[in-house]
């Protein structure tokens, strides 16, 4: 962009989310007051609520753009800042472990608290180059968000050739993600759209073990283990959104304690938090079960049937309107599925489900659960599970009269259980919450067990080196030393200034220091900002062509060769998101090839067709080309206003059918790029007059 436009979009970005955070802090603050780590699961959850309304609302209103979404953000922000200040605000009641500490509690816990920070830090530097490279993300996390953003509306992204159920899913995470696309028309931000996620996650372990009575600073510990795990870390820097799965899934566990349910903000917090997980992604509905064990948390808190229905009604208000849209266009709320329960018809779907064919064996089984790149390593499920069960055996009868407790040492070992019995997909970050609860679990038996913080703390810091150690992969050792080591130094420093406020109680300096350091390091971002974006957009083609090989050249092909204004229709391709562009103003469609069928909903049902994943990724593509008429594809073509034709050669099916018509009628599309893996051509359909 010319002059100082990515500039002044970035300080725009900036002043937004910090009045929307200062306003959730403040109204934070009485919300929960006395209780510092719920103030701050208080304040991200409606920094994220705030994100995910304006951009929801602005899309229903058709107004899907900086104005207005800007306009309700603030609009939100100076709400929430009016709410907070309404009466008197009660300061923070003193914490249960008073008096003071000595001055080694509170160097271990500064860097307990600084050593995630400075490890995520150095990753992020260390990525700050990679573009997008996850099938979910180029398929439709992103296009899904792009889509929104180029109409002003949250209309239906279409995914052909693959799964259906992504078309017709709950998309928070893309709300998220266009919510940091929209005011830089790039994603040089939604990269990082998890990164907020993994402070969600450290904050609600935090919250979640003081409910438990857990001390604080072994609070910081479990959550430093769950954050540097293997399953947060190889997510943070995608643009997806299973952390925030996660961070939810912990977060209403957090707030089931029973003080907390009785608090006026109770209901609506429940409701926000439900609201929002069943908003993300249909995945979540195979371990949401595991919440029931927390039914009767509310009933000992007392809750009366308006309390009930208000937690329901702000949860149906902020994830009813996509199961609204499906059931609308569909007759079916979580379509493509057959929705079956004992076998008893309720809505029909494109096919029904099944369980994947690796989740038979224990063996098997095994694998998805320790043995991909996203699982939890042996090493620390093993000792996590069985410190979970020994504290089951010794609890079990307060486990009846405590739901919080029994949901995190019981709730993991069911929902794996019903995982193995459903998942048609044997992908392991679907268990990311069962993973997190386990590692916290495994800490409060620590906190239960061993209560002299001599012996509990090294077996937490235990648990902490080895999530670091196995964070990545043996080949990515060196990463792993490189961040340790950058977290390191951040914990050092936290500990030097925790002794200077020891020892030099006079100087006045460190009170504004971090105002100061903020300051400095926004003005750094700024300097650095405009050459950091041309810098990745310039290199993004050539990450991609590393990664992918030769389809990565067709991409670069139309984003060099290709009016960024055009409309370019795609075929046999899910990775759509590069066609776009850089400022993601290229229009793509796709034209259907079946008659009567305009959307992924039209294709006739599989009827008595029971699919896992590999099923669908096998049989949908050739699904959606079947009984393929030419003349339907020109007219639907033509009907899109597309001037160019991007064709996959390879990647949905072997043979497009696409390719096969195009290749028929050289006159109508002209090739301008051929290689081994794509094909673009030229639309030159003929006038009347012609």
């Known amino acids: 962009m010319a002059g100082f436009e990515e500039e002044v979009n970035l300080v725009g970005f900036l002043a937004v989310n910090v009045i929307v955070l200062l306003g959730a802090w403040r109204l934070a603050r009485r919300t929960a007051s006395g209780d510092d780590s719920m103030r701050w699961l208080d304040t991200l959850t409606l920094w994220f609520l705030v994100q995910y309304a304006t951009i929801g609302v602005a899309g229903l209103l058709h107004g899907l753009n900086v104005p207005v979404v800007y306009t309700l953000a603030i609009g939100c922000g100076g709400a929430m800042a009016w709410a907070g200040g309404r009466g008197a605000f009660t300061p923070n009641a003193p914490l249960s472990d008073t008096p003071p500490k000595p001055l080694w509690h509170s160097l271990i816990t500064a860097a307990l608290l600084a050593l995630p920070i400075g490890f995520i830090a150095a990753y992020i530097y260390e990525q700050r180059f990679v573009p997008v490279l996850a099938n979910d993300t180029l398929a439709y996390h992103l296009p899904a968000a792009v889509q929104w953003l180029q109409e002003g509306r949250l209309s239906l992204y279409d995914v052909w050739h693959w799964n259906p159920a992504n078309t017709y899913s709950p998309l928070a995470g893309s709300t998220f993600i266009a919510w940091l696309v929209l005011p830089f028309g790039h994603d040089v931000l939604a990269r990082f759209v998890q990164i907020p996620a993994v402070a969600l996650i450290g904050v609600a372990t935090v919250a979640l073990c003081t409910a438990m009575s857990v001390p604080r600073m072994l609070a910081i510990a479990i959550a430093a283990t769950v954050v540097l795990s293997r399953p947060t870390i190889s997510e943070a820097t995608l643009a997806k959104d299973d952390l925030f799965v996660v961070a939810l899934f912990i977060a209403i566990i957090a707030t089931c304690g029973i003080d907390r349910l009785r608090a006026s903000a109770g209901p609506v917090r429940v409701g926000v938090l439900i609201g929002?997980?069943?908003?993300?992604?249909?995945?979540?509905?195979?371990?949401?079960?595991?919440?029931?064990?927390?039914?009767?948390?509310?009933?000992?808190?007392?809750?009366?049937?308006?309390?009930?229905?208000?937690?329901?009604?702000?949860?149906?208000?902020?994830?009813?309107?996509?199961?609204?849209?499906?059931?609308?266009?569909?007759?079916?709320?979580?379509?493509?599925?057959?929705?079956?329960?004992?076998?008893?018809?309720?809505?029909?779907?494109?096919?029904?489900?099944?369980?994947?064919?690796?989740?038979?064996?224990?063996?098997?089984?095994?694998?998805?659960?320790?043995?991909?790149?996203?699982?939890?390593?042996?090493?620390?499920?093993?000792?996590?599970?069985?410190?979970?069960?020994?504290?089951?055996?010794?609890?079990?009868?307060?486990?009846?009269?405590?739901?919080?407790?029994?949901?995190?040492?019981?709730?993991?070992?069911?929902?794996?259980?019903?995982?193995?019995?459903?998942?048609?997909?044997?992908?392991?970050?679907?268990?990311?919450?069962?993973?997190?609860?386990?590692?916290?679990?495994?800490?409060?038996?620590?906190?239960?067990?061993?209560?002299?913080?001599?012996?509990?703390?090294?077996?937490?810091?235990?648990?902490?080196?080895?999530?670091?150690?196995?964070?990545?992969?043996?080949?990515?050792?060196?990463?792993?030393?490189?961040?340790?080591?950058?977290?390191?130094?951040?914990?050092?420093?936290a500990m030097a200034i925790v002794v200077a406020r020891r020892f030099l109680p006079r100087v006045q300096w460190y009170p504004s220091s971090p105002i100061v350091g903020a300051v400095v390091g926004s003005l750094a971002i700024y300097v650095c900002w405009h050459a950091y974006v041309a810098d990745y957009l310039t290199d993004r083609p050539n990450a991609w062509r590393n990664i992918f090989g030769t389809p990565a050249d067709a991409w670069a092909f139309v984003n060099m060769e290709i009016p960024p204004e055009a409309t370019v229709a795609i075929g046999n391709t899910v990775n759509v998101y590069p066609l776009f562009g850089d400022d993601n103003a290229r229009r793509l469609t796709y034209a259907p090839l079946r008659p009567n069928v305009s959307h992924v909903h039209d294709l006739p049902p599989l009827y008595g067709q029971s699919l896992n994943g590999a099923d669908i990724i096998r049989l949908i593509p050739p699904y959606t080309v079947a009984g393929a008429e030419r003349h339907v594809w020109l007219e639907n073509l033509r009907g899109a206003g597309a001037q160019y034709l991007y064709i996959a050669k390879r990647e949905a099916i072997a043979e497009p059918v696409e390719l096969q018509f195009a290749n028929g009628l050289g006159d109508v599309f002209v090739p301008i790029f051929e290689n081994a893996d794509a094909v673009v051509y030229r639309i030159a359909f003929p006038t009347q007059d012609d």
Request: glycine share 6%; net charge positive; aromatic share 10%.
């Open 276 to 493: 929002l997980l069943l908003a993300m992604k249909y995945t979540v509905l195979l371990i949401v079960p595991v919440l029931l064990l927390l039914i009767d948390a509310p009933l000992r808190a007392g809750w009366r049937p308006r309390h009930w229905l208000t937690a329901i009604g702000v949860a149906t208000l902020l994830a009813g309107p996509w199961y609204l849209r499906n059931w609308l266009l569909t007759g079916n709320p979580l379509f493509p599925i057959d929705v079956r329960p004992l076998g008893i018809p309720i809505f029909e779907g494109m096919f029904a489900s099944r369980r994947d064919d690796a989740l038979v064996s224990p063996a098997l089984v095994w694998r998805v659960l320790t043995g991909t790149y996203f699982s939890l390593p042996a090493i620390l499920l093993v000792p996590a599970a069985l410190l979970a069960l020994s504290m089951i055996a010794f609890r079990a009868r307060q486990l009846l009269a405590n739901p919080m407790e029994r949901t995190l040492l019981i709730g993991p070992f069911i929902g794996i259980a019903l995982f193995v019995a459903a998942a048609p997909f044997a992908e392991s970050r679907f268990l990311f919450p069962l993973f997190a609860m386990l590692l916290i679990a495994a800490g409060v038996t620590i906190a239960r067990l061993l209560p002299s913080v001599a012996f509990s703390l090294p077996a937490a810091l235990f648990l902490l080196v080895l999530a670091i150690a196995t964070a990545f992969e043996q080949s990515h050792v060196g990463s792993i030393v490189l961040f340790a080591t950058a977290g390191l130094l951040v914990a050092v420093a």
